[in-house]
C-alpha cells in the first residue's frame, strides 16, 4: 500500500487537504553469520564453507577464513534470522559430519 493518500483527516472527517500515509512495511531485523577461530579446523574446509553455504569466491573467502585465522571471529554474511539460522545449521553440520570443531553463532545486527 504505498503511495496512498486520501483526504480525510485522522478523525475521518474530510477536509479537502490531501494526507500521504506512511507505507506500514518494515525492513526486516538483519542478523550477522560470525565465524569462530580454533586451532584444528583445516584452513581449507573453512575456505569450502564460505564458498558453499556463503557464496563467495575463493579469493573472498580466503580472506575471510584468513580475517577469522588471525582476529579469532569473522563476518560470513547478513541475513535475515531464518535464512542466518539455516546457515549456522548447515555449517555446524558439515563440520560435525568432517569431525571439525568449528563453531559458528548468529548476531543480531
Ligand atoms: N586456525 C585454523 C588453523 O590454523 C584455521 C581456521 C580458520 C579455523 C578459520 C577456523 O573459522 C576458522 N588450521
Redesign the pocket.
Known sequence: MSGDDNRNGDDGTQNGVVIKTRPKTKRPAMFKVL?????????EF?VHVLERFFSKNREEATRI?MH??QRGV?VCGVYTYEVAETKVTQVMDLARQNQHP?QCTIEKE
Open positions: 565465524m569462530l577461530n580454533d586451532d584444528y579446523t583445516p584452513m573453512v577464513m577469522v585465522h569473522g568449528l
